[in-house]
């Protein structure tokens, strides 16, 4: 069995990782959420967690009085980063429409700003868990109106307004619940047609390039 620690530290002068390891609770998170995404809920337990990080699971008590309390954490981080990014960028100002959904599609392309693969996994712990698909609702029921908003900050009435909101945000998850691994060239050919039956409206030549722009360097590894 490997028992090298997984654990990374960016800063050159922080205490490295060996011989009486010290964890924090981020460290302690992170993993919890690495194991979340890759292993499901279930598998999120003390002891498999402290034999991932080569550590003795008692330290984990020094942060969290409980494995819920880690699992409240975790959904916790969840909406302060994927539903807060999402509402960020549809509340971004912009001068058209077009953008303004442009603003909200780094999202897809910005792991930084959104994990959908996180959204998978709490999409998935919701199944199981009466709590989490209430929080899952009303994260859903935000990011709706949120975008809801955007459409009517740009003059589309109510209902139009509510309408195109919901055939953006639900048309985005099931794209990625796709996982048509197409290449990025191919979904990028698509943008101003995507633009057009989101909004209704023809997209300026200079939003699609600073979006395609975008998209590009952060497919290449960029997360600045």
Known sequence: MNTKPILHRDDPQAEPLVGNIKVTRDDWLNVAMDVLISDGVDQIKVLNLAERMAVSRSSFYWYFKSRQELLDALLARWQATNTAA?????????????????????????????????????????????????????????????????????????????????????????????????????????????????TGVEPRAEEVEEFSAYSKRFSEGDTE
């Open 86 to 198: 999402l509402i960020a960028q549809a509340e971004a100002p912009a001068e058209t429409i077009t953008a303004a959904v442009c603003n909200v599609h780094r999202c897809v392309v910005n792991t930084a700003l959104f994990d959908t693969a996180l959204d998978f996994a709490v999409r998935d712990w919701a199944r199981r868990s009466g709590k989490v698909r209430r929080m899952l609702d009303q994260s859903d029921a935000r990011r709706l109106a949120a975008l809801h908003a955007m459409f009517a900050r740009h003059g589309y009435c109510e209902i139009e307004a509510e309408t195109r909101a919901r055939v953006l945000y639900y048309m985005q998850i099931g794209y990625d619940l796709a996982q048509l691994n197409e290449p990025m060239a191919t979904r990028l050919s698509m943008v101003p047609h995507y633009l057009y039956v989101f």
